[in-house]
Nanobody
Framework: QVQLVESGGGEVQPGGSLRLSCVVS????????MSWYRQAPEEQRELVAS???????VYADSVKGRLSISRDNAKNTVYLQMTYLKPEDTAVYYC??????????????????WGQGTQVTVSS
């Protein structure tokens, strides 16, 4: 089984900063793309940023210049550094990882796995 555990959410004032982390664990053979999504109340889940194993990055237009994604392949961890936060950044943030598992010598995947989400609230 693969587990993704996010941390780092919380409440900040507009203009503030937060750093989200997501650790992937389990019977992992390889982790490919890693991404952050968010879902605000009454809204659909949307892509915030993604990063390939090789470091290629894509950002949503709404977060360019303010949010930064990075990963540590040795720690199976993806980060989202969030700066100059705005009230419209308020949402539950989810990480996603595309993973191939090694189960008793057999490879399974790649498949997508999601974390449980962490709340980010930007409010004065």
């Amino acid at each position: 089984q693969v587990q993704l555990v996010e941390s780092g959410g919380g409440e900040v004032q507009p203009g503030g900063s937060l750093r989200l982390s997501c650790v992937v664990s389990g019977s992992i053979f390889a982790i490919y793309g890693m991404s952050w999504y968010r879902q605000a109340p009454e809204e659909q889940r949307e892509l915030v940023a993604s990063i390939t194993r090789g470091g290629d990055i894509v950002y949503a237009d709404s977060v360019k210049g303010r949010l930064s994604i990075s990963r540590d392949n040795a720690k199976n961890t993806v980060y989202l550094q969030m700066t100059y936060l705005k009230p419209e950044d308020t949402a539950v943030y989810y990480c996603k990882a595309t993973v191939t598992q090694n189960l008793q010598g057999r490879l399974h995947g790649p498949n997508d796995y999601w974390g449980q989400g962490t709340q980010v609230t930007v409010s004065s």
